[in-house]
């Protein structure tokens, strides 16, 4: 039975999804064994704690990379995590985790990755500079996380269009659709 831990700082609908789809069978063969939140008030604790499942708060506060990596990295080893899933994880980790875990930790992003992300594109903003361009479709993005941000190796996306009446709101809530989908997906065949 591999562990998977989420890692969330918000609401945690993505963190929800996961969960379900490991409940359901969707994701065969591992349990959701930690949720990871980056602040104590952090919505999606409260499924967590509801759902019987393990939680932790890590806030880097005045930590550097090599106390965040150090301490990351303990509270993986001491819950035995094998995979670990960014849903709506905020915080960018530090080399020395990313490369310890290569391969074994995923994003999801509201957007189709290389556009529309990077530094400074998170929450409405991604949708709005999606309307803002004029383009007409726009999806989410699964993708291995590597020390930069949003850079690393592409495995799922998918797509949906963007209506002229749309807004920011309106947009955001038809990508969270798709991530609740393709995010459990994606875990459920690397993991195999
Ligand atoms: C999602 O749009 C996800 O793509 C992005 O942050 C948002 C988190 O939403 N990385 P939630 O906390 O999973 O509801």
């Given at each position: 039975?591999?562990?998977?831990?989420?890692?969330?700082?918000?609401?945690?609908?993505?963190?929800i999804?996961?969960?379900?789809?490991?409940?359901?069978?969707?994701?065969?063969?591992?349990?959701?064994?930690?949720?990871?939140?980056?602040?104590p008030?952090?919505?999606?604790?409260?499924?967590?704690?509801?759902?019987?499942?393990?939680?932790?708060?890590?806030?880097?506060?005045?930590?550097?990379?090599?106390?965040?990596?150090?301490?990351?990295?303990?509270?993986?080893?001491?819950?035995?995590?094998?995979?670990?899933?960014?849903?709506?994880?905020?915080?960018?980790?530090?080399?020395?985790?990313?490369?310890?875990?290569?391969?074994?930790?995923?994003?999801?992003?509201?957007s189709?990755?290389?556009?529309?992300?990077?530094?400074?594109?998170?929450?409405?903003?991604?949708?709005?500079?999606?309307?803002?361009?004029?383009?007409?479709?726009?999806?989410?993005?699964?993708?291995?996380?590597?020390?930069?941000?949003?850079?690393?190796?592409?495995?799922e996306?998918?797509?949906?269009?963007?209506?002229?009446?749309d807004?920011?709101?309106?947009?955001?809530?038809?990508?969270?659709?798709?991530?609740?989908?393709?995010?459990?997906?994606?875990?459920?065949?690397?993991?195999?």
């Open positions: 039975m591999k562990k998977i831990a989420v890692f969330i700082s918000g609401t945690g609908s993505n963190m999804s996961i969960v379900n789809a490991a409940e359901s069978g969707l994701i065969e063969g591992a349990e959701i064994a930690l949720v990871l939140a980056s602040k008030s952090a919505k999606g604790l409260d499924f967590a704690r509801n759902k019987g499942i393990k939680t932790a708060v890590f806030v880097y506060g005045d930590k550097n990379d090599s106390e965040i990596a150090k301490g990351l990295s303990e509270l993986m080893e001491r819950n035995s995590i094998d995979f670990i899933a960014l849903a709506g994880y905020v915080k960018v980790l530090p080399k020395d985790f990313t490369d310890k875990y290569k391969g074994k930790i995923v994003n999801i992003h509201p189709l990755i290389p556009l529309f992300c990077g530094k400074g594109f998170y929450g409405l903003k991604v949708h709005q500079a999606v309307l803002d361009s004029g383009m007409k479709v726009t999806g989410a993005t699964v993708h291995f996380v590597d020390s930069g941000v949003d850079t690393g190796k592409i495995i996306q998918d797509t949906c269009r963007v209506f002229n009446d807004t920011a709101e309106i947009l955001q809530k038809r990508v969270l659709e798709i991530e609740h989908r393709i995010f459990p997906l994606a875990i459920s065949n690397l993991i195999r």
